[in-house]
């Protein structure tokens, strides 16, 4: 299902939507001249966009949207694939062994399925806690109710 070509495809097609989700955070600083910086002063300060209030709405939304949905999204898909492919394979395979290796085989995809299941509801559960701390940390006119 993954061949060389098609890993480096997609790996290529990551990177460039990596790129472009990061294009606004190249405007987010700039140098502060030598003439203003003071000794010892930062290098860089936040721009004019970098203060905005768009600035944040966009971290915010791609915090909320690209850095946690997608991975949890690609995540639950793929594990899901490798699931249908194991249990696939399990059935054409089960006219070929006996019935203990059938037992032996149903265990083991089993296993597997807990195994990935507990994986990606982790994630979840981990990945929900750190975006919603996020989130009262970027958004703090959020409130509990």
């Not at 971290?59 to 699931?83: A, R, Y």
Request: aromatic residues 10%; charged residues 20%; positive net charge.
């Amino acid at each position: 299902m993954c061949t060389e070509k098609r890993a480096c495809l997609g790996l290529g097609i990551i990177a460039l939507l990596c790129f472009i989700v990061n294009i606004p955070h190249f405007c987010t600083f700039e140098p502060v001249p030598a003439a203003e910086r003071k000794e010892g002063g930062p290098a860089f300060r936040a721009s004019s966009y970098g203060v905005s209030k768009g600035s944040m709405d966009y971290e915010f939304w791609v915090h909320c949207m690209v850095l946690v949905l997608v991975p949890w999204g690609s995540i639950f898909s793929l594990n899901m694939l490798i699931i249908q492919r194991v249990t696939k394979m399990n059935r054409q395979m089960d006219a070929k062994r006996g019935s203990s290796g059938k037992e032996k085989a149903r265990k083991s995809e089993a296993h597997l399925t807990r195994l990935l299941l507990t994986v990606t509801f982790t994630f979840l559960v981990l990945i929900a806690f750190q975006c919603i701390t996020q989130c009262f940390f970027m958004k703090p006119e959020v409130k509990l109710i």
